[in-house]
């Protein structure tokens, strides 16, 4: 599986970014599409996650009811909406796909068998 995000760039306190990630190859073994994202000296953590097939969304307490994830299947696409961004937003954003589905499961870094190449995201206060 080969995961390409884009969508990154900088933008100001309150302000809005779409991500999009797009898988290509063996897709079919894919099972949950997640987010995550990795700040400067920080570990990289958890943000999204949505079931392929179920649709069945995922979130870190930090980002929700400001962040959505959702995916158009007929496009293999995966997306993050950003909205109201916070400059603690700021990282580089990676899109992963994983085999797996349990909740506690898909929010760590380890469920996930391939990763994006990430795309930065700054929020200007």
């Known amino acids: 599986v080969q995961l390409q995000a884009s969508g990154g760039g900088l933008v100001q306190a309150g302000g809005s970014l779409r991500l999009s990630c797009a898988a290509s190859?063996?897709?079919?073994?894919?099972?949950?599409m997640g987010w995550f994202r990795q700040a400067p000296g920080k570990e990289r953590e958890f943000v999204a996650a949505?079931?392929?097939?179920?649709?069945?969304?995922y979130y870190a307490e930090s980002v929700k009811g400001r962040l959505s994830i959702s995916r158009e299947n007929g496009k293999n696409t995966v997306y993050l909406q950003m909205n109201s961004l916070k400059p603690e937003d700021t990282a580089v954003y990676h899109c992963?796909?994983?085999?797996?589905?349990?909740?506690?499961?898909?929010?760590?870094?380890?469920?996930?068998?391939?990763w994006g190449q990430g795309t930065q995201v700054t929020v200007s206060s």
């Open positions: 190859g063996r897709t079919i073994n894919i099972f949950t």
């Open positions: 992963a796909s994983s085999r797996f589905g349990g909740q506690q499961l898909i929010v760590q870094k380890s469920a996930y068998d391939y």
């Open positions: 949505i079931r392929w097939s179920a649709g069945s969304t």
